[in-house]
């Protein structure tokens, strides 16, 4: 009886107890997790984001004497030295903890030590071959609106004055710019260059307008600072700031707000990409207001983004070889040059350059009668772009000795703004600098709402055996442009 008893009250105790159990809250699985990455920017900082679950408090040891209670999902923690550290973190909800830990290795490089490296001579950067200087359209990257790179613009001569300057940060705050004998200058202020490299060392520096631009050449007054971008939101990784008159990367006018006719007092270039090449070359990606470009800087189309790839090469042996320039020899040919739009052109391709706004090569006569009772005629409506036109390039020189007068009839909108049409013609030899060789006939104020001819005589250059490029250019250019709408028909080579 006394055994039935006790096992009854045992039963009920195991009863009691379970049902306790089942009503009171279950323990939190507390589960304590974390991801940590070195900061790109910061060679003493870390990136710490907190991926825990259920715990209400944390207790972080940051592995070199100190701790912190931070509860943000994501926070950074700076060390004051270099080694390798293990970071613990205890995640608490009540009586329940976890615990997890992660090794972190701090190399102590600041960005500042990246670019200067740590010989007091300093750190050399040069003009990646490839990538170079390019001007970016802000709304696509990928859209390039102007390079000083392989592929496009500077004559190979150029190309390789430009890519042997030494651009050199030093760890002591100081830069020097070094142009190994040669320099490339803005056109606009000094002329034409005096030799296919460019301008040698020994020309004076003395500018069109008499302003003495010296410091735009070997030049090692310059200090550097490193500090916050502000300027283009992708840059996430600071702002390198040139100080000292003269100081900039690549061609002369890049680095500033404004277009300027002599060096600047201070340059800027923020940091878009940056990387440790180990045993291959170092990487400097940098954009920087384009100053000497067309648009200057306009906020509220946003800034020009002109792109700058610099590279540190770790031996002499990675610096790539000079360019050899392959010139295709055209022959010396009189032959038709033509397009009335009607029939198939003759010896024409027509390529639109810097953005036109419309060009359509099949339109309808807007106004047939006069002159032109042409059922189709080219239509074309004048952009923004500063320096929009149409193209195309022969596959021979002509011989203007005894053609040289081009002829046209265009109907111009009478609401265009400005009512000019230019025939230019131009060497491609010179590549993106064709512009360098060209000769220009203008005419302005052409007569609005009806059709007229125009002439563009090239009698004066009728001696030049170089030129295989034609260039129509409507509306005017740069700071003359307007924008409006041009129908022209019958071009042709007289």
């Not at 953005?355 to 059922?375: M, Y």
């Not at 005589?457 to 034609?470: G, H, L, M, P």
Request: aromatic share 12%; proline share 4%.
């Amino acid at each position: 009886m006394k055994k039935s008893i006790l096992l009854l009250l045992v039963s009920i105790s195991l009863l009691i107890g379970c049902k306790k159990d089942d009503d009171g809250p279950p323990d939190p699985e507390v589960k304590s997790r974390f991801t940590v990455a070195n900061d790109e920017y910061d060679g003493f900082k870390v990136n710490i984001k907190n991926d825990s679950e259920e715990a209400l408090t944390y207790e972080w040891n940051f592995g070199d004497g100190n701790t912190g209670t931070q509860s943000d999902t994501a926070f950074s923690y700076t060390y004051s030295s270099t080694g390798t550290f293990t970071i613990t973190l205890v995640a608490i909800n009540g009586d329940v903890t976890d615990l997890s830990s992660k090794d972190v290795t701090i190399s102590g490089m600041t960005f500042q030590q990246f670019l200067g490296g740590d010989e007091a001579t300093g750190k050399i950067w040069r003009l990646e071959f490839d990538a170079g200087v390019v001007m970016l359209n802000p709304d696509n990257y990928n859209d390039w609106w102007y390079s000083w790179t392989k592929n496009h613009s500077l004559p190979v001569d150029l190309r390789n004055t430009i890519r042997h300057h030494q651009y050199i940060f030093k760890p002591d705050g100081s830069f020097e710019f070094k142009t190994e004998g040669w320099t490339l200058r803005p056109g606009a202020f000094f002329g034409e260059t005096p030799d296919p490299q460019g301008w040698p060392d020994a020309t004076s520096w003395i500018s069109l307008g008499g302003k003495d631009c010296s410091t735009w050449g070997n030049n090692s007054s310059l200090t550097y600072e490193i500090q916050n971008a502000s300027f283009y939101a992708d840059c996430d990784f600071g702002r390198i700031v040139l100080k000292g008159k003269g100081g900039h990367f690549g061609p002369m006018d890049t680095g500033t707000e404004l277009v300027v006719d002599e060096p600047a007092e201070e340059t800027f270039y923020e940091v878009y990409h940056y990387a440790d090449g180990g045993d291959q070359p170092d990487t400097l990606v940098l954009f920087t207001p384009w100053g000497g470009n067309e648009n200057g800087v306009d906020q509220a189309r946003g800034p020009q983004i002109g792109r700058i790839t610099l590279v540190a090469y770790k031996d002499v042996s990675q610096i790539p070889d000079d360019e050899i320039e392959v010139i295709v020899e055209k022959p010396l040919e009189t032959n038709d040059i033509s397009d009335n739009f009607d029939d198939e052109a003759v010896n024409i391709t027509w390529v639109e350059d810097n953005s036109p706004a419309l060009f359509d090569e099949n339109f309808d006569n807007p106004a047939s009668g006069g002159i032109n009772t042409s059922a189709k005629v080219a239509k074309y409506v004048r952009g923004t772009q500063d320096y929009a036109n149409i193209q195309f390039e022969l596959p021979f020189r002509m011989n203007l000795s005894t053609r040289n007068v081009f002829k046209m009839k265009v109907y111009v909108d009478a609401a265009t703004a400005v009512k000019t049409v230019a025939v230019k013609l131009q060497d491609s030899k010179m590549g993106g600098n064709a512009w360098q060789t060209q000769t220009e006939r203008k005419i302005q104020d052409v007569t609005d709402d009806s059709w007229v001819e125009l002439t563009f005589d090239f009698s004066e250059v009728a001696t030049n055996e170089n030129y295989d490029k034609i260039i129509v250019q409507f509306g005017d250019e740069g700071a003359n442009k307007g924008d409006g709408t041009f129908y022209f028909d019958d071009f042709a080579l007289e």
